[in-house]
């Protein structure tokens, strides 16, 4: 990789990681979750819709409605609502390390819907120490919580949204531009994401920090980032693209350690050390060689 694209991949990870800490300041400040969800991916559809108009044509938006509403949903809506709602009980930086798991269900997947990138035994060793890690850190840092249990299925759960949007992507959205893709799921993601947040009342007024806060995660953190993704995919390809996933949670944890005051337990360290490994173990494919296939866009 050249200079710029390592720079580019970092700035990636630092964006999608600072998304959970950013999440939490429009929590604490009193902002509903579902109103988090969906100011997010309606700012970030705009972004993209944007970007979209002038690379590809709007016309490009509305190629395959069924699965990108499909994707949209598995991929984005619902994900996006669950990490706000878990975020509520949930460290910031605990949850960039359980959404982290998204490989492990990708790979998992793949055995039943996409043969071509079938495990081979270092990819299926790879998967169960991810999941070791998941078991540690409920263990470890969860555990005799009942609001942070049911949190952490949450994340957890927004992995295997992640995971089915991605294998749901692969299978029924090849030849669409990426950008027409993104954009038409954020729309249809915003539509999901407007029934919880009409339910949930009134907006109330934010304080000047949150307005910032969910202004970046719409505009930079679902909107810009997905540009860089995007690009990153286009020049240096998806496997090495996939190293965001890898770097997104330790970037997670360092904002919330830094500017959240959260706590760094060793049940998170070696959680985010198996959680990581096994997660790069289990790109390891049949054969011995990474699918070169469209990756799932993980951040928060």
Known sequence: MTRRQTVLLLALAAIWGGS???IKVALDDGMPWAWVAFLRIALGAVVITLLAARAVGLRALAA??????????????????????????????????LVATA????????????P??????????????????????????????????????????????YGIGSTLSRR????????AVSGASLWWAT????????????????????VLAVAFLGAVGTGIAYLIFFT???????SRTMFVTYLAPVFALGYG????????TVGAIVGIVLVVGGSLLGRERGGGRAAATAPEAPGA
Do not use: N
């Open 257 to 264: 350690l830094a500017f959240l005051d959260e706590a760094l």
């Open 20 to 22: 959970y800490a950013l």
């Open 232 to 238: 990153l995919v286009t020049e240096i390809g998806p």
């Open 172 to 179: 029924t959205l090849m030849g669409v531009p990426p950008l």
């Open 103 to 114: 490989p492990l269900f990708t790979a998992l997947l793949g055995l039943r819907y996409a």
């Open 64 to 97: 395959r409605p069924r699965w990108t509403f499909l994707v949209g949903a598995a991929q984005i809506g619902i994900p996006f609502l669950l990490i706000p709602w878990a975020e509520r009980h949930v460290p910031s930086g605990l949850a960039g390390v």
């Open 116 to 161: 071509d990138t079938a495990l081979g035994p270092r990819g299926l060793v790879g998967v169960a120490v991810g999941f070791v890690g998941v078991v540690l850190l409920f263990a470890a840092d969860l555990a005799g919580h009942g609001e942070l249990v049911v949190g952490g299925l949450a994340l957890v759960l927004a992995a295997l949204g």
């Open 191 to 210: 539509l999901i994401a407007a029934v919880p947040a009409a339910a949930s009342g009134g907006l109330p007024t934010p304080s000047t920090g949150t």
